[in-house]
């Protein structure tokens, strides 16, 4: 009886320990700070994920820009995608994304002019609903790769999209913008053999070519970062095989509908994947 009343005291002495308070969640302070303006329409994880991206492109161009602060047009890779043409205007078609005002740019998510509901859009350019907007739709989000995959997973320079990286499809979008590509960054060649014709051609188009900016962009960084002094070129012979023996007809296949099931503002890249502005 002793016992239990002594055990009754002691229980009733010991303070009662009081549940945790919910918790409310404690935010980094800006743990991804996003180098353009990010429209709120897009949610936390999208946010987080078009920033790291925007910031990659932004790493790509300012490589691409050392690269040829460094070498000039004396650079090998220089001289493959841009020819003997001075090196001033690649440089600031780079330096404007790194340097320039970014305040007349916005990224959205909320897909305003319904085209993320089209087939195959990864994202566009507003054009003229809204010169200074871009839209990035879903079908980014999950097949776009960071920098850091750059030279694996069978990627090469020359037979792999450039929109396989965010950074090399965000630099693409960012010159379709007035503020970015100021109506002298535009479309002249298409494709990997493309730009190299363009450049081989000597003409005053390769330094401006939005194509070659991110062929340039990409090779220079897989050469110099990802795998220095090697990089991922890949074989040129086996593309041009792989052409006539599967992408070709594939291609053909598509073109025969390309008027009626391809927009105005859009247009196919090798292997018929379709890019709207």
């Not at 841009?82 to 780079?94: C, E, K, Q, V």
């Not at 993320?116 to 809204?130: I, P, Q, V």
């Not at 099931?261 to 859009?266: A, D, G, L, M, V």
Request: with cysteine; glycine share 8%; aromatic share 8%.
């Amino acid at each position: 009886m002793q016992f239990l009343a002594l055990a009754l005291a002691l229980c009733a002495s010991s303070p009662v320990t009081a549940l945790p308070a919910k918790q409310t969640p404690l935010p980094l302070e800006d743990p991804v700070k996003s180098p353009f303006p990010i429209h709120h329409s897009c949610n936390a994880t999208e946010q987080r994920q078009l920033a790291t991206a925007l910031q990659e492109t932004v790493t790509l161009v300012s490589h691409a820009k050392d690269h040829i602060l460094r070498w000039g047009n004396e650079s090998a890779i220089y001289r493959k995608y841009f020819g003997d043409r001075p090196s001033l205007t690649a440089i600031g078609a780079y330096d404007i994304i790194i340097n320039g005002n970014p305040e007349t740019i916005l990224f959205r998510c909320d897909n305003p002019d319904g085209n993320c509901g089209l087939d195959g859009w990864a994202g566009h350019w507003r054009g003229e609903n809204a010169t200074d907007e871009t839209v990035i739709c879903e079908l980014s989000y999950t097949s776009r790769r960071p920098l850091s995959t750059m030279c694996s997973q069978g990627y090469t320079v020359s037979q792999s999209e450039t929109n396989t990286f965010w950074a090399g499809d965000l630099l693409h979008r960012l010159y379709h913008m007035p503020a970015i590509g100021q109506g002298l960054v535009e479309h002249y060649a298409d494709g990997y053999e493309g730009v190299l014709e363009l450049a081989a051609g000597n003409g005053t188009e390769a330094v401006h070519d939005s194509e070659t900016l991110q062929y340039f962009a990409l090779e220079a960084y897989a050469y110099d970062v990802a795998v220095p002094g090697v990089g991922c070129v890949g074989g040129e012979d086996e593309e041009e095989e792989g052409d006539e023996t599967t992408e070709e007809p594939v291609q053909d296949d598509q073109d025969e509908t390309a008027e009626e099931e391809i927009p105005e503002n859009c247009h196919t890249h090798e292997g018929g994947e379709l890019h709207c502005i």
